[in-house]
């Protein structure tokens, strides 16, 4: 391995960097539309239940496996397994996830990265055409913007933990918390906006069905970034002082408030500046919310503050979720670069190179696949359906293998590194969690029905997406 470890220089700034790669685009785009048309106040009640009793065990259980083995997932379960294969398997899934998940978040970072430079010059009017975004993704300026956002995760990573993942955190963080209550504001002082806060937040029990339980489940995993390792890798750049449960929460309460406070400013918005809006009719995919719906809603700002103001809103909307992004993709793309490191002793300027290399051939392929090169738009059939390079990337590595990697590191902490080196490690740092009945409903839940319920949604999830049979909802 090349020198000692690296560490992040301070416990907020480890708080920055994991709240950095939580807060990304489902947060502030998917979960306030999908609370709002899943049953508002109880969708929101609901999800937080699940945040904190079983998506915290498992960011604590990650955490914790990433600080006592100072190493990368793979590294992580190899020696804490003492050199089992099967775990080690387990390993290098943990280190193949991230970086396909970071080959398919890089091509929508991309968009994003592309409507900020257009709405930033003037193109707003554009960007709210209907057949803009088909245009626009099938564009070669696309690898021109790709450009551009690889060369910002490099730099960010080429700094390494302290100096680039840190300082980014320390800077994008605060700025993006700031623009999300400007933008809040703004938007809840606008006429109608208040319809919006009643459509987000009225409570309708009868919408939860077992369907909308999965998802918010699933939803508030994939949010707080379990399961792709990055909480195992960024806790092994945390020392034995720090108060790993604490942070832990700190960083669960982060991603919820930001995911809130996005509805409170995504909803408004869409009421306030479209009145004539059919809610029942906004799609829950984030995408073509991001990039069909809300410039159109955009533009209608100009009826009240002109052009250029509707221009203004837009740009720091894309901006905001921009940096969101890119604290995501940096945080998901130092899992590989990280295992390359210790696994195989390279500097940390050849990993990132190498993997920089993979990352934008296998994106381009991606990029490719919504219609640009036949081969790669139909790259395969399953379930009834034609399925493109991109699709089957996002279904195989986000929707089916995230859940799978979340149950393998709860039956690996309890029953293969077992609880009391788990516990002994959670405490350091952490004395007032010794035996205390938080420390013992999470070695409970990781043991018993967390596990339980991940197994349910991997099961649901492969029957419904390769052989279109609905198990649950
Ligand atoms: N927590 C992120 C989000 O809510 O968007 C999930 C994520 C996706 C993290 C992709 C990192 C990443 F590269």
Redesign the pocket.
Known sequence: MAGSREQFGSKLGFILAAAG???????LV??PVGAAKNGGGAFLIMYAIFVAFICLPVMIAEMTVGRASQKDPLGALTNLSGHNRGWRMAGWLSIIT?FM??VF?LVITVWIFGYLFESSIGNLDELAQPETFGNFITSSNLFIYMAGVVAIIYAILRGGVKEGIEKAAKILMPALFIMLIILVVFVLTRENAFAGVRYYLIPDISKIDAGVVNGALAQAF????LG?G?MITYGSYIDTRANLPSSAKLVALT?TAV?FAAGLMILPAIFSFNPEVNPDELSESSISMIFSYLPQIFLELQNSIGYFGASAVASFFFLLVFF??IT??????EVPVAALMSEKGMERKKALLLCVSLLIVFSAFCALSFGFVEFFTNFVSYAGADRSFFDLVYDVF?DTILPLNGLLICLFVIYRWKKHNFNEELDRGAPEFKNSLFERYVNFSLGTFIPGILLLIFVNTVALKYFGVALIG
């Open positions: 790669s939580a807060v990304g685009i489902g947060n998917g979960f991230p998940i970071a978040y994939f949010s707080l970034s792709m990055i991603d995911a969101a992004a995501s993709i940096v945080s998901i793309f986000y």
